[in-house]
């Protein structure tokens, strides 16, 4: 078992005409049929089915998109549309601040192939934006389930863990910013691409990839862009400098080798991706100069404040429930996490995801490459921070594509998606252990689970307990905490191997949840929670029951 792709495990290493090992070739040939299609397809359709359902009072038009999603992207996405029935692209805005570029504009999306043929089809009505949003949305959860697929994952670990992302606390936070949520979803995809062509020796997959990118600026937010940029580059140079892990045929190639054709990938990736989002970008660098300051660099001390929606550190307890970002909305706690406002105000991935990320590093602690993933994490929270800590103004010093966007929080895009990361090449050692009973993981995942739920209650209950206002939901907020963090401890171990140990005492917990929120004169009605669970709870419980079997 290694930390690489399904599709290059064990071979010879025979050397062909072209230079690439023979077993690579044939191995290759055999990579559509190495890990079963069809488990995937269903993971997604079920993913899907999930996801509408959770959103279908967005789906029927019961509700709509607040804030930012309403009030700009909303009109933007109607005026492209209606454009694209006419047969025209969307160039000038006479209506708005006596003209305005919105081509020029990445976060319109004039440009922008989804946009422009969702609503050709729709036309610019609030359910064509509606059916754009989720689409867009939805991409990202489906991209974790096709690199699932290319590291070897299982599907049932394809779909929990893309379900995480999927309400992650990036996509939460920042659903009201449409054109965050278009590059992110991105990311899955164009980094799926760029680990074929570094894992087959190939070019072609890193056009591919640099295509997406490309098409993720096309709608997208810049910030999102040059940072994706930069999580290629990262995740290139990890998978050159942790080749010893590979299996033979990699470990033939020198280092130099490898660095020498994953420095042509990416120039392939950067010559292609600029093609794609010429149309846009030349024109906000030409036409966007005298009328958006985002045409050019921002002020250092702008760029990396901790006051322009940096993550604050206390925002960092958000792992434990989704709650507590609900904390931050506008005038109800206005001095929780200050910097932070609740767009940048969590890091939650789910419950499974973290701790299968967890599991990753302390189940393979020799591997580089999982290293290599942690290190991006703490690397990406610490330039979130902003000017708390140097590494954002360094970013800035010293990498000058950084220079041209602000919010630092953004950086906590790629702690996620590292993290998201980390927990499918956990799935793969699950996988290989469920016909080992007595294989070690199971009780170093027990013993992750307590301690991360342990870690997770009493972070909940300081940050609750020193807030001003607790919210109207504070009830469902509890049960929510204890029934994700606490459902799996019911039977935590495989084949009743460790199924006799003592209950959890979730109960005892809720109680003290309860007394700390009747002292605090805070505590409301049952909430219809009681006799519902949230889309993680029952994947959670059913997980929990499908490993006792």
């Known amino acids: 078992m290694n930390d690489w792709p399904h599709e290059i495990t064990g071979a010879s290493v025979p050397r062909g005409s072209s230079g690439i090992s023979v077993a690579t070739e044939t191995i290759l040939l055999r990579s559509t049929t190495s890990i079963g299609a069809w488990p995937f397809c269903s993971a997604a359709v079920l993913l899907a089915i999930l996801f509408s359902t959770i959103n279908w009072q967005i789906v029927s038009g019961h509700r709509v998109q607040i804030w930012d999603a309403w009030a700009f992207y909303t009109p933007a996405f109607s005026s492209v549309a209606d454009h694209a029935r006419a047969g025209h692209l969307l160039l000038w805005d006479p209506w708005l601040a006596a003209g305005t570029p919105e081509f020029a504009d990445p976060q319109v999306g004039a440009a922008s192939p989804i946009v422009i043929l969702i609503g050709a089809i729709g036309g610019g009505t609030a359910a064509s934006f509606r059916a754009y949003w989720l689409l867009i949305w939805f991409l990202g959860p489906l991209g974790i389930v096709l690199l699932a697929r290319h590291l070897g994952s299982p599907a049932w670990a394809a ?25 992110f979803s991105f990311l899955p995809l164009f980094v799926w691409r760029f680990d074929v062509a570094l894992t087959s020796h190939r070019l072609r997959p890193a056009a591919e990839a640099g295509a997406l990118w490309g098409l993720s600026a096309l709608g997208g937010y810049p910030a999102i862009v040059i940072l994706s940029g930069g999580m290629l580059f990262l995740w290139g140079l990890g998978r050159c400098c942790s080749a010893s892990s590979a299996e033979p045929a990699m470990m033939e190639e020198r280092l130099g080798s490898r660095f020498r054709f994953a420095f042509l990938a990416l120039l392939v990736v950067f010559c292609v991706g600029v093609l794609v ?18 045409a050019g660099a921002m002020a250092r001390q702008v760029a990396i404040a901790a006051s322009q929606n940096a993550l604050n550190p206390g925002a960092l307890a958000t792992f434990s429930s989704p709650y507590l970002t609900a904390l931050k909305f506008p005038l109800l706690n206005p001095g929780l996490w200050p ?22 590093l302390w189940q393979r602690p020799r591997s580089a490459w999982r290293w ?32 041209f966007f602000t919010h630092p929080g953004m950086f906590r895009a790629y702690a996620i998606f590292s993290a998201v990361v980390l927990a499918l090449l956990a799935t793969s050692d699950l996988e290989s252990a469920i016909k080992k009973p007595e294989s070690r993981i199971w009780k170093q995942l027990l013993i992750v689970a307590i301690l991360a739920s342990i870690a997770a209650v009493c972070t909940y209950v300081e940050v609750i307990s020193h807030v001003k206002n607790a919210g109207s939901q504070l009830q469902r907020g509890n049960w929510h905490l204890v029934g994700i963090w606490f459902s799996p401890l019911r039977r935590p171990c495989h084949r009743g191997r460790i199924a006799h140990a003592p209950p959890f005492p979730r109960f005892r917990v809720r109680q003290r949840l309860d007394e700390i929120c009747s002292q605090a004169g805070r505590c409301q009605a049952r909430s219809e929670l009681d006799g519902a669970w949230t889309a993680e709870g029952v994947v959670v419980s059913v997980c929990a029951r499908r490993r006792t079997q």
């Open 277 to 294: 989002l010429a149309p846009t970008y030349v024109a906000f660098f030409r036409e966007g100069l005298g009328y958006s300051e985002r």
């Open 372 to 403: 290599w993933l942690a290190g991006i994490i703490v690397l990406s929270l610490a330039c979130a921070v902003g000017d708390r800590l140097p590494f954002r103004g360094w970013l800035y010093d010293y990498c000058p594509p950084t220079r």
């Open 339 to 360: 910097g932070s406002d609740v767009s940048v105000a969590s890091v939650y991935i789910g419950v499974l995801p973290l701790l299968l990320a967890l599991l990753a």
């Open 159 to 183: 779909f929990i863990v893309a379900l995480g992302y999927a309400y992650c606390g990036f996509y939460t936070a920042h659903a009201e910013h449409t054109s965050v949520l278009y590059s």
